[in-house]
C-alpha cells in the first residue's frame, strides 16, 4: 500500500505513511540533528550496521537471488530448480504443498485434492532424493519454506545431502521454521506453542553442533505483513518472535554466540518506496543492538541482521497484472538500495497461479537487470546521509520499540501469540486497510484509480493434475514395501522417547529419515506427544 493523501487537485496537502509518520515538505539537517554518526549509523560493516553488514555491501558479492520454487511432483520441481539456477539464480527457495506442510501424508483423506498444488509433495526421503538430484548442495544454499514440521524436513536435508556426498559442513539450509508468525499469519500450525517453541530450539541446538553453515530460523515478518500489518508492526513482532526463540535456546545452556549469527530474518517488501528503505535500515540497527545490550553478545556475527527481503504478493494485483511486472522491478529497488543479502520476487502472475516459467524468468532477470545495468553494486547505502531516510529511519526505529514494550509489557511474544493479542491487532489492521482501498484513501494503480476496462488477462494458469496425486501415492506405497519396517517402527519408537523426555529430536528424525520413515508417520508421532494447538477466538 502506498501512503494517504490529503489531496486539493494535484496538490499534496498531507501525506501520512501507513506507520502513521506524516511525511514533511522538506527535510533538512534539523531532521538528523540528532543523530551521532558512529553511534547511530556507522561505516558499512561496522556496528551498528545501519549502514548494511559487510563493508563493500555488494561490490564484493551481489545479492543472492533466491525464487519461490516448487510444485507438482518432485521430478518436476527438480526440473524448475535447474531451470533458474542455469538462468543465473544463486540460491534455492522450495515451495511444499499444504498437506507436506501440515504433516500430512499424499494418502491422507485431508490432503486430497491438494497434493502438488501450491508447492511440492513430500512423504519420504525418496522425494528429497528426487528434488534435489544434480544440485550442488555446497555451491547453492536452499530455503525450506516449511515451518510447524521443519525439524523434518531439515533433518531430510541433511540425509539427502550426506547420499549425495555433501559434507555436513559445506550445505546451508535454511528452513523458515517461525511457528509464531505461521499463528499469527498463515495457519499452518500443528502443535501448540510451547513445544513447537521446543522444536525450534531443537533445530536451534542441533544446527550449531552439527550443521554450522544453517540458518536453523528464518523469522518470518513478511507473513505478518502478508496478513494485515503495518511496516511497524511487521518489525516489532518479528523482533519480539526472534527474542523469544533466542531466551529459549539461553536457557538450554548455549551462549549468544554460539547460534544467534545463524538466526536470518524474511521481510515483506511492498508500499511506500522510501519507507520500505527506512524499514530495513532501523531493523538492522535494532536487532544489532538488541543482540549487543540485551543478550550480551561479543562476536559481531551475532549482531548482524541477515534477511531475506520478498518482494511483495499483497503488493500484486489480479487486475492489469502486467503492472506487477513494474511492481516487483521496484521492490527489487528497494531490496538493493536497503542492503539486504538476499531477494525473492513475487513474480507478475501470482495474484492468479504458481510462476509460469516465463514469469519466474522475468523476475530473474529483473535481479540480473539492477545487478548489471543500474549501478546499484557501485557503492554501500547510496541513500545514506539523506536527510529524509535517515529521519525515517529513526522514527521508524522508535515507533518499532514502542509497539515491542507493549508485547513485552504482557509478558511476551509467546503468550501474546497464545491468547491471539497479535492476531487480533493484525486483523484489525488489515480491516483498515481493505477498508481504506476500498474507499479510495489508499491509491492502487488500476484498481482503484486509472481503472482500465480489459479483457480477461491472459495468464498461463498452472493446472492442478490428479495424476500428480496417484504418482506420489505409488512412490510412497513402493517406498513402504520396499524399507525395513521394524527398523522404522523402532525410529519412530525413538523418536517419541526422545519427545516425551523433552531431548532434542534432532538425531532421531535423521535416522528415522533414513530408515524411510513418512512425513505424515513422524508428525503423528509429535501429535500423540504435544497434541494439536487450539486457535484462541480474537474477535
Known sequence: MHATYLKEGEEIKEA????????????????????????????????????????????????????????????????????????????????????????????????????GRVGMAVDTLRDFEIAFKD???DRIGTSLTINAVASVALAMYQVVAEKYGFPLDKISATPQNDILKEIVGRGTWIFPVEPSIRLIGDTIEYSSKVLPRTYPVSVSGYHIRESGANPVQEIAYALEIAITYVNHVLERGLDCDDFVSRISFNLD???????????????????????KERFGAKSPRSMQFRMLAGGGGSGLTKQQPENNIVRGAYYAMISALSGTQTQGLCSYDEAYTIPSEKAALIS????????????????????????????????????????????????????????G??????????????????????????????????????????????EVTAEQINRTKEIKRERDSRTVVQTLKDVESAAKSKRNVMPYLVEAVKAYATMGEMTAVFKDVYGEFKEPSIF
Open 135 to 137: 544440485i550442488q548442495l
Open 16 to 115: 501520512i505513511l501507513e506507520s502513521g509518520i506524516k511525511v514533511k515538505p522538506v527535510y533538512t539537517q534539523e531532521d538528523i540533528k540528532h543523530l551521532d554518526y558512529n553511534t547511530d549509523l556507522g561505516n558499512p560493516g561496522v556496528y551498528p550496521y545501519t549502514r548494511g553488514i559487510h563493508p563493500d555491501m555488494f561490490r564484493k558479492r551481489p545479492w543472492t537471488i533466491r525464487q519461490y520454487a516448487g510444485f507438482g511432483t518432485p521430478a518436476e520441481s527438480n526440473e524448475r530448480f535447474k531451470f533458474l539456477i542455469a538462468n543465473g539464480q544463486t540460491g534455492l527457495n522450495v515451495a511444499f504443498d499444504l498437506p507436506t506442510q501440515m504433516g500430512l501424508d499424499s494418502d491422507d483423506p485431508l490432503a486430497e485434492g491438494e497434493v
Open 364 to 419: 530473474l532477470m529483473t535481479n540480473h537487470i539492477l545487478m548489471e545495468e543500474m549501478g546499484l553494486r557501485d557503492t554501500a547505502d547510496p541513500l545514506g546521509g539523506s536527510y529524509y531516510v535517515e529521519s525515517l529511519t529513526s522514527q521508524i526505529e522508535e515507533l518499532v520499540k514502542a509497539e515491542m514494550q507493549k508485547v513485552e509489557d504482557m509478558g511476551g511474544m509467546a503468550y501474546a501469540v497464545d491468547t
Open 269 to 291: 517488501i511492498y508500499g511506500n518506496f522510501f519507507e520500505q528503505i527506512a524499514k530495513f535500515r532501523a531493523v538492522r540497527r535494532l536487532w544489532a543492538r538488541i543482540v
Open 421 to 466: 493479542y497479535v492476531q487480533r491487532e493484525v486483523a484489525r489492521q488489515a480491516y483498515q486497510q481493505e477498508k481504506a482501498l476500498q474507499e479510495g484513501t489508499i491509491i492502487k494503480v488500476g484498481v482503484n484509480k486509472f481503472v482500465v476496462e480489459e479483457d480477461e488477462p491472459n495468464i498461463e494458469l498452472h493446472q492442478y493434475q490428479p
